[in-house]
């Protein structure tokens, strides 16, 4: 069997379909989107399909803006700075409130603006592993509160957090609202009427689209200070020559990941609890978050005794990917801060593997997975120093 990829939230395989529709884009209609001649126009029309599509996928109206940037990263930055520019820096409103389980672009931005006197707030998790509107109640001050920071879906533990009602809980307190939405596109619905959040950042590299480019939805009215000044893209809203290849690759990718969401909570939902079955048979083996409130393709599992790098590099020789946790923080061997911030102990933290499915993994795959977890945990459970 070839290799097998369970790291999808970390990234996942370009959909051929996109790669090739974003072909052409490199070596026949390369014009700069800006320039008058027809190099430049004749990717306009192709430009708009892209837009109309990412558009659509998340249900925005027209009078909204989507800007078009490099990845989540820089999205999640620009909504934070901005309203740290725009909302905090001269007024009394110094606060952000965001969570102790966000992605490092908001947790690490969070803290470069603490230090440039923003006043952050981490909220708790419950012990389902998720932030509740009752525990946002009870810090959301809206004579302080500029901005509630509050990820959509986690990247660890794949947990869904309840945004909907958050947001229209900020917006009756007159306070903004982001979320990051990187996990959640093409695996649960992300409908920016249905649920009114102020901005929304996503990444197409997390849906089957290229890296390198991401998006930012901002609601119409919403004042937004760019982070990269430079030319008039984007309505002046984020300098620099837009990725239309990029684009129109991330416009399909989009469209495709919400064609299949019907699949991904089916089949590869069927898959994953058939995976969590199976480690859920082995001893001494815990499963963090409730199936029902995780993102249909997640599972972050913890085999007590068994070290989580030892048990990736083992995955990894016999083929199969899998992580740690967030790929951004795979350098470090630090515990999981998602399951720290569970209030799962230390040990258990160090511990914890993360499975991420995708629209293309197979029966065979995780039959083969569960072969090879079930092997691998007995033979290091044999060699534990800790496990008896
Ligand atoms: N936010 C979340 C929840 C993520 O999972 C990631 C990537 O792992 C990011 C932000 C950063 O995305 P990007 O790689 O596009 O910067």
């Not at 620009?78 to 952000?96: A, E, G």
Request: hydrophobic letters at 40%; charged letters at 25%.
């Amino acid at each position: 069997m070839d290799r097998i990829y369970l790291d999808n939230n970390a990234t996942t395989l370009v959909d051929p379909l996109v790669k090739e529709a974003m072909e052409p884009f490199f070596t026949q209609m390369y014009g700069n989107p800006n320039s008058l001649h027809s190099f430049g126009t004749e990717v306009h029309p192709y430009m708009r399909i892209a837009m109309d599509r990412l558009y659509s996928g998340i249900n925005a109206p027209d009078e909204d803006d989507i800007l078009i940037n490099s990845c989540a990263t820089e999205g999640n930055n620009t909504v934070l700075k901005s309203v740290y520019f725009d909302y905090i820096r001269n007024t009394p409103k110094k606060r952000i409130i965001t969570t102790e389980v966000e992605h490092p672009a908001v947790t690490n931005t969070c803290k470069f603006l603490g230090s440039s006197g923003a006043e952050i707030v981490y909220l708790p998790v419950n012990s389902d592993g998720i932030v509740t509107l009752d525990i946002l109640k009870e810090h959301l001050d809206p004579d302080k509160t500029a901005l509630v920071s509050i990820m959509k879906a986690n990247n660890e533990t794949g947990l869904i957090f309840p945004v909907k009602e958050m947001s229209l809980y900020c917006r009756e307190q007159g306070v903004l609202f982001h979320t990051d939405a990187v996990q959640a596109i093409g695996k649960i619905k992300v409908d920016v009427r249905d649920t009114p959040v102020d901005f929304l950042t996503f990444s197409a590299h997390k849906f089957h689209g290229p890296k390198g480019v991401g998006g930012l939805y901002v609601r119409n009215g919403i004042k937004l200070t760019p982070l990269l000044h430079g030319g008039e893209q984007m309505s002046g809203k984020r300098g620099g020559t837009i990725n239309v290849a990029s684009l129109i690759g991330m416009g399909l990718a989009m469209e495709l990941a919400v064609d299949n969401l019907d699949f991904e909570n089916t089949k590869i939902r069927q898959l994953r609890d058939r995976l969590e079955d199976a480690v859920m048979g082995i001893k001494d083996t815990e499963v963090i978050g409730r199936r029902e409130i995780r993102t249909p393709n997640t599972i972050l599992v913890s085999f007590k005794g068994i070290e989580g790098e030892a048990f990736l590099w083992d995955l990894n020789r016999n083929g199969i990917a899998a992580s740690t946790g967030s790929a951004c923080a795979s350098e470090s061997l630090e515990a999981n801060p998602s399951l720290m911030a569970m209030g799962v102990d230390k040990e258990l933290a160090h511990t914890g593997i993360r499975f991420s499915l995708s629209r293309y993994t197979t029966d065979e795959e995780i039959d083969f997975t569960i072969e090879v977890i079930t092997k691998t945990v007995e033979r290091l459970r044999s060699i534990s120093s800790t496990y008896a």
